[in-house]
């Protein structure tokens, strides 16, 4: 038997009141937005932040993220929701850095899978941070970006962390998986 | 499990020119098919515990004590399967909505219709070992919205689902029968192919309750494993 996956609809503007409600001004429906509390887990902390940009790099504030990622370990199981309604639309995420994962015979470079929604993107964007220092040759994903895209999934150090700005649109476009 | 790859043409193109928002915010270049991993194959779970004795009671939720949303009585309920129509159990369903008039209880939000101050229009349900779930709401009112021209949402609710895996991720949005409103969005006519059908729930006579509520079923399909095998007991 095999059914079609149901059709995407973009998740709208007002998507904060359903996946964060606290946040969005409704309080006490839930104890606490999910995904909103701090991350404990295994491994090296690391802060990232970052702004997702649409075709005329202006910011896109009204976007919601979703992080799944592994601990240091390699183990997949840190999930985690931000909003991207800061002051300059930024989306901050104190995390532990991932380990290598096994895949396949082989070890996928340590990476933090992102899933974005918002008003003006019709299915939801899966994408991936990478971190430039590592070795990533041997990196089953990786190998299916053509190299002069591969750039735009390499978090950027800066001064607490890494940087990892997303554009939607135009040179810079963000390479976006389909699984 | 191991993810079938998207098909890409049951849904929405990245950026459909009807629907203005998407011009902008919508990538140009193809998604890049990439094997599924166990970052994809995997995802967050959530035990029956995070939710609260009122998340499926959007009447209530909200409400002052003994005070009820205004609006049409509604239980919404459905399937979550996947594409080898297997149940996707003790996955977690969130849901909003405006309320009766069309207005959301949103900061950004400034249609001329009231806010109810019985309603938020927030809920959160979780499907059960068959994957079905099940909540109660009022029926949203239908709202004009700024996209360059006379454009009416049709009444909808938005869906998030998870699934087992962060590769099954979803978000829709489901249409109430009979609505004539469904033809005339450039939202719900981006899907390809008069998909926006598949979206549209039907009213469920044997789930209505007299005197009561009426129900409205919608079932929703996720992506599912790359070889289907031949137990696919539900
Ligand atoms: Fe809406």
Redesign the pocket.
Known sequence: MTQRESPSQTA?P?VHIGLMPNHAGLPGLYDGDLGAGPIMAEGQPVTLRGRILDGEGASVTDAVLEVWQADGTGTPGIWARRSTDGPDGDWVLDTVRPGPMRFDGGWMAPHIALWIVARGINLGLQTRIYFPEDDHSADAVLAQVPPGRRRTLMAVPDADGYRFDIHLQGPDETVFLNI | MTLRPRDMSGHPPAIAPAYRSSRLRGPTQAPIAIPATPTETTGPVFGHGVLGPLDGDLIRNFAAPGQMAIGQRTIVHGRVTDEAGRAVPNTLVEVW??NAGGR?RHAKEGYLAPLDPNFGGCGRVMTDDQGRYRFETVKPGAYPWPNGGNDW?PA?I?FSVFGSGFGQRLIT?MYFEGDPLVARCPIAQSIPAGGAERLVAPLDWEETVPMDARAYRFDIILRGPLATPFEATP
């Open positions: 709208g007002y | 909505q405006a959301y949402r909808h938005h949005q």
